[in-house]
């Protein structure tokens, strides 16, 4: 992903969509902040329904600021993502798989 994103880029992000699927809301056992799950959904806005397996995709605090109308600029901000991200890559939930184990998965 490009580092610099324009006015069209912008608000083209903003419109993105996430839904959630009841069985995910029924089968993950977790519990994220607010902040937590704003950057969860804004990186899972990323993937379309055509998209290649195995596709990587980038997350940059500034694209985030852009995106949300924060200040790009604000170090208080980039502190508060920052450890909102630790936070997410260090919660964990349980998951049943179709063969009937549970297993965890980190965010």
């Not at 083209?12 to 029924?26: F, G, H, L, P, S």
């Not at 997350?59 to 909102?84: H, P, R, W």
């Amino acid at each position: 992903m490009k580092e610099y994103c324009t006015e069209t880029d912008i608000l083209e992000q903003r419109d993105y969509k996430v839904y959630k699927a009841n069985e995910i809301i029924q089968k993950a056992c977790y519990e994220l902040g607010t902040l937590e799950l704003k950057i969860f959904t804004f990186i899972l806005s990323k993937i379309k329904p055509d998209d290649k397996e195995g596709q990587v995709y980038t997350f940059t605090v500034k694209n985030y600021c852009m995106v949300c109308g924060l200040d790009e600029k604000s170090g208080g901000n980039y502190q508060k993502i920052k450890a909102a991200i630790k936070r997410l890559r260090d919660k964990s939930f349980w998951m049943p798989t179709e063969n009937g184990k549970i297993v965890t998965i980190g965010w």
